[in-house]
């Protein structure tokens, strides 16, 4: 099916459909100028170091993900939600959608775009913890030392590490149970930009009925292109702002 006859399918399906998931990875903010991690020219080529989401690693040496985050932080703060996150805001204005919107990521993309509810699986960017004491900070109030590429510490001596699920880490259980009851309630499930290998975020598409209509967006193939009715090898934002309809 090319690109074309795809994006016709998914308008159509979205048309029909009144409880729609999206399942959004990495991929979807690559458009506003986040790298994701898996692609070739991903975050995971530049740094040689993988390790920096590991929890064991963090106690071990926060420097390894905050020497990572001075670039990361920086770029996430500056970047701003593309066509493909307004598409999905949009279609969940329309009269009589339900959209849902359930993210691997951890910039804030998709909530500034105007969608709602957005769960994050993996956490987010916008609170940091001290991981001594517990004390709850916004990280922006933190940019000063991270983007000058220390480790910030609250006065106790802690080190605060921000609210996103480091490898090792339980996944925030609230976000992650609604993810579960909304894509098992969805007509229609679009996972977008994502490679679909960090587990257990992954393995979410299975939660769909046998009726969810499933389809998968996404530049590069993925493992899970098989199970999907619909794949779209293509960027995010066109796709998305073609497939969303205007009006019912
Ligand atoms: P990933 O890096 O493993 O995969 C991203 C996928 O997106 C790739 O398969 C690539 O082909 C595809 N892609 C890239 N640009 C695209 C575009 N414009 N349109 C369509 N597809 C595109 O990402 P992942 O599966 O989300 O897993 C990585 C983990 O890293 C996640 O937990 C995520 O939270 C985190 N991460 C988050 C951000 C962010 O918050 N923006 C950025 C990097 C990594």
Redesign the pocket.
Known sequence: MSTTEGVATLRAWFTEAQRIVFL?????????G??????AS???SRHTNTNV?DIDEFHRDPRIYYGFARE?YGI?RG?EPNA?HRAIAALGWLPGKKVTVV?????D?HQRAGSDPVWCV?G??EWSRCVRCGHRVKTDDLSETILGGEAPRHSCGGVYKPE??FFGEMLPEKDFGEAQLAIGQAEVLVV???????FP??GLPMMRRRSCRYAI????P?DQDRSAHLVIH????D?LHAAVPTEQ
């Open positions: 959004t990875g990495a991929g979807i903010s690559t458009e506003s986040i790298p994701d991690f898996r692609s991903g975050l995971y989401f990361f996430t970047a493909a993210t691997q990521n951890i910039d993309l993996h987010n960017l996103v699920t977008v930009g994502s490679s679909l290998v960090v975020a992954a967006v996404n530049r590069d993925t293509a960027g995010a934002g796709v």
